[in-house]
């Protein structure tokens, strides 16, 4: 079963506009992550966010997470072509689960 | 460091041949997972392990089994290829301690066609 959902599920931008992904979850988790994946490649770690915490930032990345609407999302600032990827969420479940259950994902392209 | 390490890369397989594909990481790490992804489907979890000499199932363990007989290996077995295992495979790894709680690793994927 799917427990994250991004939306939308595929964006397509210019170079230097900004990304907006949003992500919802059903049930309470402790982290929400962010993953992204280039064509053919595995799924590489962006960012992770504590069910306490409601932003976090990594460089062009920003993070926000909302527990009580079960949803978080994540801002790509200056968006580069090398930003073409997908983009999935992924939780795990409140009490603690060494799984996580990742989104669908979302196709972002950057056009130069 | 390698990180971590699937093999093989690509491959095809008749309906109800065997093969075993192998995840290896040089982290230490104590959790190990497989999952398979699909078109429109998203990774789901095939089975995982939570240090050496154990394993679970996942969302989808039917026609899979796995083996984790040394901490940095972990195996996926098919014993009867179906095509609806047609699907490209990815093994992770987790350091499974607090501090970085569920940071997943990912290895490279393996491209497995069942015709």
């Known amino acids: 079963s799917q427990q994250g959902e991004e939306d939308p599920q595929a964006l397509s931008i210019q170079e230097g506009e900004n990304a907006t992904m949003n992500c919802s979850y059903k049930?309470?988790?402790?982290?929400l992550q962010w993953y992204r994946q280039n064509s053919g490649r595995g799924l590489v770690h962006l960012i992770l966010?504590?069910?306490?915490?409601r932003e976090k930032h990594s460089g062009r990345l920003r993070v926000t997470l909302d527990t009580s609407k079960k949803s978080s999302s994540l801002l790509i600032t200056a968006s580069r072509a090398a930003d073409t990827a997908s983009y999935f969420c992924a939780t795990d479940k409140w009490g603690g689960s060494e799984k996580l259950v990742f989104g669908k994902g979302m196709k972002l392209t950057v056009n130069p | 460091n390698a990180g971590v390490t699937q093999t093989p890369k690509f491959r095809v397989l008749k309906t109800g041949q065997s093969m075993t594909l192998l995840c290896a990481q040089d982290m230490n790490h104590e959790y190990m997972y497989w999952y398979r992804q699909d078109p429109g489907m998203g990774l789901r979890l095939i089975h995982y392990?939570?240090?050496?000499?154990?394993?679970a199932k996942g969302e989808v363990p039917d026609g899979y089994n796995v083996s984790r007989l040394k901490k940095q290996n972990f195996l996926l077995g098919l014993e009867s290829a179906a095509p609806s295992q047609t699907s490209v495979y990815f093994c992770?790894?987790?350091?499974?301690?607090?501090?970085?709680?569920?940071?997943?690793?990912f290895g490279p994927g393996t491209r497995l066609t069942v015709t």
């Open positions: 966010i504590r069910s306490n915490e």
């Open positions: 049930t309470s988790i402790n982290n």
């Open positions: 392990s939570v240090g050496e000499g154990t394993t």
């Open positions: 992770a790894s987790s350091p499974g301690t607090s501090g970085s709680w569920y940071e997943q690793y």
